[in-house]
């Protein structure tokens, strides 16, 4: 299950094969899906091939909540008074960057010191200065209710996707 980031060799790819299936098939699809997936990691194999639904709804779907929630930013600085392209650039470029300190500080320690890598709760904390503007936005996100909300998401899309996988079964 590649993502559309694989368009651009930075795909989350999440695979399954049955025990049975012989190593040097298992190699070959690492082979052609890691020429897709994001250098380091972007290339995943579950355990059960239910767990493909979740790959969909994390990883298959995710661009489209990021893309959205992105949007949402940038409209949000228009609603500001920021302009189009400065709204849109400000948007993109914090995800951008953002999205680029996770992969580095999360996927693997960023120093040869052996520490842990980190979590994206960690670098969150981190720019969350108590009681400062970060936090109040954090705040009005959790009290709003966006915990929940990405919960039912990505249990829509889960749902969803095992429905869809049922359908093709009885076909």
């Not at 989350?12 to 012989?22: K, L, N, R």
């Amino acid at each position: 299950m590649p993502n559309t980031p694989s368009l651009l060799g930075l795909g989350a790819i999440g695979m399954y094969a049955p025990e049975s299936t012989p190593k040097h098939h298992r190699e070959l699809s690492e082979d052609i899906l890691g020429a897709v997936s994001a250098p380091g990691g972007g290339l995943v194999w579950v355990e059960r091939e239910e767990l493909l639904d979740a790959v969909t709804a994390v990883s298959g779907s995710g661009p489209a909540y990021h893309f959205y929630i992105t949007e949402l930013i940038e409209k949000e600085g228009l609603r500001m008074g920021l302009d189009q392209m400065t709204a849109r650039k400000l948007a993109i470029y914090t995800a951008l960057g953002s999205s680029t300190m996770m992969a580095n500080q999360c996927l693997e320690s960023s120093d040869n010191s052996g520490a842990a890598p980190l979590n994206p709760e960690d670098l969150r904390k981190r720019v969350t200065s108590p009681n400062g503007t970060t936090h109040a936005a954090i705040l009005s996100l959790q009290n709003e209710g966006l915990p929940t909300l990405i919960h039912k998401a990505l249990e829509a899309c889960n749902s969803r996707a095992q429905e869809i996988g049922d359908e093709l079964e009885k076909q």
